[in-house]
């Protein structure tokens, strides 16, 4: 990335572990992001394609948070969104490392709580369905090949690419 923030909806700086991943063109996707840095960072995929970056911007200006949680609610999948989240903690933990991880438990007890608890992007797990935000969905389908709503993330195009090669240029 070059130093460059380009994407997602936070004003925290992520910090990027190697892997990265990308499209068809080679031009990066989505960053995976370890939990410890500065400060604790609950994303674990960081969407960076500036294509995918503006459209989610986009669909979310016209009410699509609202509408993936209906989505979500109205087809049943509530109780695979709450594993969703599940897995989210167990991808934070192995990316947090053995060792930093028993570091913030025993010295940082309540922000390894606070992180490890929650789901997609530190979204709290409860009994309705909060998506948060569409960057933070789009980047989770492409750094996992998995979301309970896969079906409209891709129907919105949130899944794919430019389709011309030319969005590594955009950044």
Not at 36 to 46: A, V
Not at 83 to 98: A, F, K, P, S, W
Not at 102 to 111: A, K, N, Q, V
Request: proline share 4%; glycine share 16%.
């Amino acid at each position: 990335m070059n130093g460059k923030y380009c994407g997602g909806c936070r004003k925290v700086s992520p910090v990027f572990v190697a892997r990265e991943i990308k499209c068809r063109f080679g031009n990066v996707r989505v960053q995976v992001c370890g939990p410890w840095g500065r400060k604790p960072f609950p994303t674990s995929f960081w969407l960076v394609c500036p294509y995918l970056v503006r459209l989610a911007g986009k669909i979310e200006s016209l009410g699509g948070v609202h509408e993936l949680e209906e989505y979500i609610a109205g087809h049943g999948l509530v109780h695979e969104w709450r594993r969703y989240n599940l897995m989210h903690q167990v991808i934070r933990l192995r990316l947090g490392g053995m060792r930093v991880n028993w570091f913030m438990r025993r010295y940082r007890g309540r922000i390894f709580r606070d992180v490890m608890r929650g789901g997609v992007g530190g979204i709290r797990a409860c009994e309705g369905v909060n998506v948060k935000c569409l960057h933070l969905q789009a980047a989770s389908l492409i750094g996992t090949g998995h979301h309970p709503a896969e079906t409209w993330l891709r129907d919105k195009g949130l899944a794919g690419d430019c389709g011309c090669g030319f969005c590594g240029e955009w950044s």
